[in-house]
C-alpha cells in the first residue's frame, strides 16, 4: 500500500492529467453518442434505405410519365446529391428489378436526365465535426470542472491548513525531564509528516512575565531524490539566545544520510551531526539558554529511494530552560 502511496505521489501530476484526459473522452462520447446523440435530417433520395429509395424512384418515374416536368423531377431526385452515372444506374437497375409498366416509366426517366456535375460530398471530418463538437465542449466543461475543484481544495487547504499545523506543532504542559532539577521554561511538539514541504515551526521563548529569551525551532535542512512531495532525509534544530551572538545548529540525519559522505560533507557546516533513532536525545546550549530535543517516534518512508533515506514521520520533544550566567556549549546525549 505505501509503495503505491509513494508512486501517486512521485506521479500524481501525470496521473491526475492523463485521468481527466481519459475521463473527458469517455464523458464526451457518453454526450455525444448516449445522451445527447447526433440526429440526421433533410437527407437526400441517394441517401435513402434501398427499398424506400426504389419506392421513392418509381413515384417520381410514374409522376414524370404524367406530368412530363423533368424540371420537377430532377428537384424530387435531388440530382445535384447522387455522384456521377449513379442516378441513371440505379433508375436502370430498379426498372430491370420491377418490369412492366414501372420498367417503362424508369427508363424513361433515366434516358431524359441531362449530365449533372457530381455534388461535392461532405469529407468524414465534416461529417464528424458535431461529435468533435460535443466532445470537445465535454472537456472543456471538463477542464472548468476539474480547475474549479482544484481550485477549492487549494483554498481548502489553505484554510485547514494553519490549524493542522498549530495541531503539529504546538506548546504542551511542561513535566519534569530526566536529569534536571525542574521543570522546563518552555516546552512544546512538533511533528514532521511526508507531504510538509515548508515544515518550518519556531517557537518564541520567554519568561513567566512575557520577557523575551530568545526562540527555537526545527526545520527541513536536505532532501534527497526529485518530485513532490520533498523527501526529507535531515532536519535541523536550532536554538537563538538574544544574550548571545549565535545561532546553535544540530542536523538530525536520516540512517541512509548519515552513513553517506557526500551528504555528511554538505551538512558538516550547518552544525553537530546526529543520527536520528527513537529515543535520541540532543542537547543545545547558548549563554542564557538550554535546549533539549528528544526523538518520540521516527517512520521512515517507503520507496523507489534506499530504505531509511527519508522520514515519514517525525516526531520531536522539545524543552528549554534558563541558564543564568552560563556560557554556551553544545553537548550531545546519545
Known sequence: MNTLLNFYNDHKTGITFWSGVLLGLVLGLLVGWVIWPTGYYNATPAMLRQDFRDE???WVAKDYAATGNLEQAQQRLGVAFWEKDTLKAALEDLAQRRGGEDAQYLMRLAQDLPEAPPAERESLVERLRPVFLVCGAGLILLGLVGLAYFGLQRIRGREHLP??????????????????EAPPLAQYVTTYTLGDDYYDPSFSIETETGDFLG????GISETIGVGDPKKVTALEVWLFDKNDIRT???VLMSEYAFHDEALRASL???????????GTEVVLETATLTLRARVTELQYGVGQLPDNSFFQRVTLELGVWTKPGAEGEEVTLQ
Open 215 to 218: 526562540e527555537c525551532g526545527v
Open 56 to 58: 421513392y424512384l418509381v
Open 163 to 180: 490549524s493542522e499545523r498549530a495541531i503539529a506543532s504546538r506548546e504542551v504542559e511542561t513535566t519534569r525531564w530526566v536529569g534536571e
Open 248 to 250: 546553535v545548529t544540530k
Open 268 to 278: 558538516a557546516s550547518k552544525g553537530d551531526l546526529v543520527l536520528v533513532e527513537p
